[in-house]
């Protein structure tokens, strides 16, 4: 959090992650991240660092998800809204991108909502308590497990909540009983269109078309999906390691011909 004075008076901005401020994990570690100026997030963050340092006690958030505060109670209630809705016949889906899902109450919450119809796409790089394809159980949800050079860091939460705008979420946290209740965690809302979009349709829709993501079994075995003969292999980390070269390679063309110009 960065409090800077400005022509009209004081303007606070933030920067948001999925990961850390550490330069050896930053060369590992798969991650995203927000820096933005909004009031609505920018004086969350600023109410969430006043309770850390003694200056407020009961800190209230609408736009930011924190453990241990709302982050676990915001999550089923966001779980419950798809099952709703599943039952109430509108458009339900829930894609979850984590490290590790073993928190009872979230898992139970996530079979009542495969039971209403609700499409889940899980991935979840490491331990899952959640057993996916089982009839009557959780059949509508599949769980991946996508492993490669880097570590899959990031988390993104996404909820279709219906004929209204999909909720998108970015954090820190797993779906865990030490994140939600025992340390401090921030999970955020994406609201820019753009950055959706890029989330939405290049990040998301890539890690569920990589072929190399192996999917839980009802036994507890991980197996690769078939791939039709003559399909080309997907690997999402080497589209996005294409993309970020190929934007390194843009930037830097720009910056020489700024340069030459002057």
Not at 3 to 12: K, N, P, Q, S, T
Not at 18 to 29: E, I, Q, R, S, V
Not at 254 to 261: F, G, I, N, V
Request: hydrophobic fraction near 35%.
């Amino acid at each position: 959090l960065v409090v800077r004075r400005e022509a009209d008076g004081l303007r606070r901005y933030v920067h948001l992650g999925t990961g850390n401020y550490n330069p050896k994990t930053a060369k590992l570690y798969t991650a995203l991240s927000l820096f933005t100026a909004r009031e609505e997030i920018t004086s969350e963050v600023a109410d969430l660092f006043n309770t850390l340092t003694g200056f407020s006690r009961s800190p209230t958030f609408n736009s930011l998800l924190v453990a241990p505060f709302n982050l676990h109670s915001g999550m089923q209630a966001l779980i419950q809204r798809e099952t709703r809705n599943a039952k109430a016949g509108k458009p339900a889906r829930i894609i979850a991108k984590t490290n590790s899902l073993i928190e009872k109450e979230t898992i139970d919450n996530l079979y009542a909502a495969s039971q209403a119809g609700v499409k889940i796409d899980l991935i979840v790089r490491g331990i899952c308590g959640l057993v996916p394809g089982v009839k009557g159980l959780s059949e509508n949800i599949t769980v991946r497990s996508i492993l490669g050079r880097y570590l899959e860091h990031s988390r993104i939460y996404y909820f279709e909540n219906g004929d209204k705008e999909a909720d998108l979420y970015i954090g820190s946290a797993d779906w865990m009983p030490r994140n939600f209740f025992r340390r401090i965690e921030c999970v955020f809302p994406i609201q820019d269109p753009d950055l959706r979009k890029e989330i939405l349709e290049d990040i998301i829709a890539c890690y569920l078309e990589d072929t190399t993501a192996k999917f839980l079994q009802p036994n507890g075995a991980y197996k690769l999906k078939p791939r039709p003969k003559g399909d080309s292999p997907v690997s999402s980390q080497i589209r996005f390691m294409e993309k970020a070269e190929a934007e390194r390679t843009r930037n830097q063309s720009l910056l020489d011909s700024e340069t030459a110009k002057a």
